[in-house]
């Protein structure tokens, strides 16, 4: 067995339940028809930018528009029949939600699904399209570590069956198909694999399959900086529980993995990074620009890690799972500003105008550069103070811009606050 993780604050697990690739391989089997077979594509663009093959693994072109069809089907299709008439419940933030709503239409069955409230509308709207009649939604909670509570309320209250989104011998071994196709579909030796990481499912079951398989690949585990989960526990030795996470990357935001999920990864991945979120945005356009592929944010973030590999992946053969594409349109707009942000091209301010005439023409003719362009203006005249403020939200064109903007605001005696390292202050205001 590869060493994995070394370092010596990761506590090493002796004896782990791993998914067992004769059952990764019935599920495939129980998968046929079901499950879309998808493309591993080459990405002339990555591949040219990176210097390496880098090959993309398109789960964004499932039928429910990511892998979770493959772990909820599998999970579903192998319950008793008296599990089957009781009914199930599942909770999540919307992909897992889909993949149980189309399990339970196809195979006639009800279930329950919580969702957390802050989940965006599309994809509720999906849930309840692949679900129909045979699907109850109940909104819950923030998080989805709120609903899941909720939900495993409900199963013991009522004796149904809990669908988890990751942590389950069944569910991990429908994600491991994934790594079957990947397998498959080359005859190239594949040196990096890099996955997105929520609760911990997708990996764990793709380390079953290369474990055996391809045991020289290198699996790589990414997650958003803002939900660390998973490589909080492993840097603390113990399955940690975060107090407080962004929820942007919605598909791989966790308060606290699975505690199978991260055994296994624990043992068995090479590595765990974690992305910032601006930068994942700014994969997400570009992948739209430039390749015409639509992904919603977790589906972007093997892509947006691959930045941190530059110099090891260079010549090798690189595959990285695009997990899905369940993106809301009405996110374009937060989107677009998280990426101009990480980028240091948006930057908020507010700006004390002198209570004379002409004080804006000034600013915009004489303060502002050529490149410089305002996005945001919120001003209020309160009381008769010689200088009223306003916020107001400036792109650039360039990061370097910045320090000679600033210069000549505070020349002319316009600077008030720097906005954008003020979080606090910045939430409140903008």
Do not use: W
């Amino acid at each position: 067995m590869k060493e994995k993780l070394q370092n010596n604050n990761f506590m090493q697990i002796q004896t782990v339940y791993i998914p067992k690739l004769e059952h990764i391989k019935e599920a495939a089997a129980t998968l046929k028809g079901v499950a879309a077979v998808t493309p591993l594509n080459l990405s002339h663009r990555y591949s040219k930018q990176y210097g390496a093959k880098i090959m993309l693994k398109r789960e964004d072109l499932q039928m429910v528009r990511s892998y979770k069809i493959r772990g909820a089907y599998n999970k579903i299709s192998s319950l008793t029949q008296q599990q089957r008439d009781n009914g199930i419940v599942c909770a999540s933030a919307g992909n897992h939600s889909q993949g149980v709503a189309y399990s339970c239409k196809a195979l006639k069955i009800k279930g329950t699904i919580f969702m957390p409230a802050p989940t965006p509308k599309q994809k509720i709207e999906q849930v309840a399209m692949f679900g129909e009649d045979y699907i109850d939604i109940v909104l819950h909670g923030d998080t989805f570590d709120d609903a899941n509570k909720a939900a495993m309320a409900q199963c013991e209250e009522l004796g149904k069956t809990f669908v988890h989104p990751f942590d389950d011998p069944k569910v991990m071994e429908g994600q491991g198909t994934v790594g079957l196709e990947i397998l498959e579909s080359t005859d190239l030796p594949i040196d990096y694999l890099f996955v997105p990481i929520g609760g911990g499912g997708l990996a764990s079951g793709v380390i079953g399959v290369f474990n055996q398989l391809s045991p020289q690949t290198k699996i790589i585990g990414v997650e958003p900086q803002g939900a660390p989960s998973m490589s909080t526990s492993l840097a603390k030795g113990k399955n940690t529980e975060l107090g407080k996470i962004d929820k942007f990357v919605d598909g791989a935001a966790v308060q606290r993995v699975g505690d199978m999920t991260f055994a296994i990864c624990q043992q068995h991945l090479d590595q765990m990074v974690q992305v910032a979120e601006g930068r994942v945005c700014q994969e997400i356009l570009d992948l739209y620009n430039k390749d015409a592929i639509v992904v919603e944010p977790a589906g972007a973030l093997t892509l947006a890690a691959l930045d941190q590999f530059k110099d090891q992946i260079k010549g090798k053969n690189v595959v990285c799972v695009i997990s899905g594409s369940n993106n809301d349109i009405t996110r374009t707009a937060e989107i677009k500003e998280r990426a101009l942000l990480y980028a240091n091209l948006k930057h908020y301010f507010i700006i004390r105008f002198p209570q004379r005439a002409g004080a804006l023409k000034e600013f915009v003719a004489e303060i502002l550069g050529p490149n410089d362009d305002i996005t945001h203006f919120q001003y209020t005249k309160k009381n008769a103070k010689e200088n009223a403020p306003a916020v107001v939200g400036i792109e650039l064109k360039s990061e370097q811009d910045l320090e000679p903007l600033i210069a000549r605001m505070k020349s002319r005696n316009f600077f008030g606050e720097y906005l954008n390292n003020k979080p606090d202050l910045f939430q409140y205001l903008v």
